[in-house]
């Protein structure tokens, strides 16, 4: 076999590690539909295991990369492993970096600005890649067949910085500016050793990427605090009309003096076949150890990310439907018929979900009680009788379809695209979103209620912003599916069943991996993101579907989400990525068939004030691997509980830590 292998690539070609406090780990998706196991034993996971420690930590999500090989044809020959009988050994070689300290400032898609940046008095007049104090860079590392024991990458920021300024409208730890109009100054105290993750090996001499645990820190003194400084100082956009990134209406995204330990960058690696023959997904390498140059069609990229607490749910437009909206040749369903249970039944799937994380759609409070996506409001979806009359192309059923496909948003964009409703790819300076070619007018009746790449319409309104793309949209794809749905011209199909990537056949696993690890994720609205910013949706971007093109740096693309991802996290509180992010959460009674909601952010912080819902951005950063994990009820027979159709979905394995009372006065 090995002579028909010509080359090699690594799959996915995008992945994906969540981070958690833990020192255990999982390993992420790896086909379609498939929610993993966290492993131990008697808890709510899906085969029984638990997402925490035996100490309450939640455990970190791994990302796995494996080799295919191909024929001259471009057709999968094999994986190749370690017990494969085609392997001698396999060099890995990896790259990452946390640039978001050197970035540009986040100022939201139709306001970037490429002299704006963070950090800005540090290094200042230079691009991101050129402030190396500012960019945790570990340098590339390898593990190699043979290797035993994790290969740490570690590295140091806000190195050689001695003293400095920042404006005295930030808000500061344990001090307060007597004029607040005027700079403060501040001394730096470099972080050393900050690990963004680790490689690992399996049993086959796949590669193991484990994230880091999710920390982030100020290095300042007096430190800033982490927060929206503008909320107090002329809100909501702060003193000059929020000009200056440090305290503008997104501060919280670009607060000086802080570093987390996300990261990003490439992925690489060398086979030695057992004849001898060097296959590489680098040019111009001729044995194990040879650097060779990046070819973007065959290596592969990762993203570390926040984790996800409500693994059974996904988000209703993900970052794999950005991919094929991008890339509509990769859709391995382009030329077959619209399938009812293949195409729409997941978007209305995914949109009741969100009756058990979101405030709105739960339909338990506001303008939206009792008429939203609960067991037994008006939205429900899932109900017997809305799917018997949903998935029936008889014409007796055509005006509820129409009816339903007439509240789905399209796209500012022209062809119903989010990509051609945003100013040319940063780092290129923007033309005006004022221009005629981006106005539009918001309507709010529309599906998905939730906020897009615009940013929050209340915000929005008032700045005097009317951006485009204010509220999420389905993709063209999702609508072209929708569309031929809402028409009749669809098949019924059967309900999906999701299967591992051991019983697919060899020539699909490769797609199964690639769409997998960017399946549960966020795609819209990036602001800046969860996993990925905005920028993840020009083709530009990439090589091909699923790969990061040539000519970008290790770090570039995640530089551009929040800095520290914490800020992000707690205030994208309400309808913004409720699947990842839970917004509230719920008790059921089985019995009676009722629920009661709570806040998901709840509880006390390490010195027992409460968990703030109106100012809890420096408090995220204590709380956050101590929240709940959402997920269904399992039933005595291993099924999950349902409501009318909807799975019922719990707050679980959240750690007591949030319960304690205040601490006493001494």
């Known amino acids: 076999m090995s002579e028909n292998i010509k080359s090699i690539r690594i799959h996915p070609g995008i992945g994906i590690a969540r981070m958690g406090d833990s020192d255990e780990f999982y390993i992420g998706p790896e086909a379609p539909g498939v929610v993993v196991d966290p492993g131990g034993s008697d808890g709510p996971g899906p085969n029984g295991g638990t997402y925490r420690d035996s100490g309450a930590r939640l455990k970190r999500q791994a990302q796995r990369y494996r080799v295919y090989a191909y024929d001259a044809n471009d057709k999968v020959v094999a994986e190749l492993t370690s017990d494969s009988g085609l392997v ?44 190396d104090k500012l960019i945790i860079d570990p340098g590339v590392h390898t593990i190699a067949s043979g290797q035993a024991g994790p290969v740490v990458m570690k590295g ?187 195409d729409v039944y997941p978007v209305f799937a995914n949109a009741v979900n969100y009756g058990w994380v979101s405030a709105e759609a739960s339909g338990v409070m506001g303008k939206t009680k009792n008429l939203a996506h609960g067991p037994k409001q008006p939205g429900n979806l899932l109900s017997p009788g809305y799917i018997a009359a949903l998935a029936d192309p008889a014409e007796q059923s055509k005006p509820i379809r129409q009816m339903i496909y007439g509240l789905m948003r399209r796209a500012p964009g022209k062809n119903g695209r989010l990509v051609d409703s945003l100013l040319p790819a940063p780092p290129q300076r923007p033309i005006s979103w004022k221009n005629e070619e981006f106005q539009r007018s ?40 929708l569309k031929e749905w809402a028409d009749g011209n669809f098949e019924v199909g059967v309900p999906p069943k999701p299967v591992s990537l051991e019983q697919l056949p060899l020539a699909q696993q490769p797609h199964a991996l690639d769409s997998s690890a960017l399946e549960p994720t966020i795609g819209g609205g990036f602001h800046p993101g969860i996993e990925f910013p905005y920028l993840i949706i020009y083709r530009e971007n990439f090589a091909e579907a699923f790969r990061v093109n040539k000519g970008i740096e290790p770090g570039s693309v995640a530089a551009y989400m929040s800095s520290p991802w914490q ?21 059921y009674d089985a019995k009676d068939k009722t629920r009661t ?70």
């Open 88 to 131: 001698q050994s396999v060099h890995w070689r990896v790259h990452v970096r946390n640039m978001k300290a050197a970035n540009y400032a986040f100022q939201g898609a139709y306001l970037f600005d490429p002299d704006e940046l963070r950090n800005p008095s540090v290094q200042p007049g230079k691009k991101p890649i050129e402030r």
């Open 156 to 342: 140091d920021i806000f190195t050689g910085i001695e003293k400095g300024t920042l404006p005295g409208q930030l808000r500061f730890e344990g001090f307060t500016p007597k004029d607040s109009s005027k700079e403060v100054e501040v001394t730096y105290k470099a972080a050393k050793d900050i690990e963004l993750g680790q490689l690992r090996l399996d049993s086959k001499d796949r590669l193991l990427f484990v994230p880091a645990p999710g920390k982030g820190e100020c290095v300042t003194t007096p430190k800033v605090a982490l927060s929206n400084p503008s909320e107090t100082v002329n809100p909501p956009n702060g003193p000059d009309n929020g000009k200056n990134p440090l305290t503008n209406q997104f501060a919280y995204f670009n607060i000086p003096g802080w570093w987390d330990d996300t990261c990003g960058g490439e992925i690489d690696v060398t086979v030695t076949l057992k004849d001898g023959t060097v296959l590489s997904t680098r040019d111009n390498v001729k044995s194990a150890t040879d650097e060779g140059t990046r070819n973007p069609r065959a290596g592969a990229w990762i993203v570390t990310a926040p984790p996800k607490f409500a693994p059974h749910m996904y988000h209703v437009v993900s970052i794999l439907d950005r991919v094929y909206e991008a890339f509509p040749e990769a859709y391995p369903y382009a030329k077959q018929k619209t399938n009812f249970y293949r």
């Open 597 to 666: 909601y709570k806040e998901w952010f709840r509880g006390y912080d390490a010195d027992g004030e409460p968990l703030s819902s109106t100012d809890g951005y420096n408090q995220m950063a204590f709380a956050w691997s101590k929240l709940g994990m959402v997920l269904p009820i399992k039933t005595e027979d291993g099924s999950f509980l349902k409501d009318n159709g909807q799975i019922v979905f719990v707050e679980q394995e959240r750690d007591p830590a949030l319960n304690r009372p205040p601490a006493k006065d001494k």
């Open 442 to 481: 918001e309507d709010d009746t529309k599906m998905p209620k939730l906020w897009g790449t615009g940013g929050k319409p209340a915000q929005n309104k008032q700045l005097g912003n009317n951006f485009p793309d204010q509220f999420l949209s389905l993709t063209d794809l999702q609508l072209n599916h």
């Open 567 to 587: 800020g992000d996290f707690w205030s994208c509180n309400n309808a913004w990525w409720p699947t990842q992010r839970p917004d509230i959460v719920f008790e």
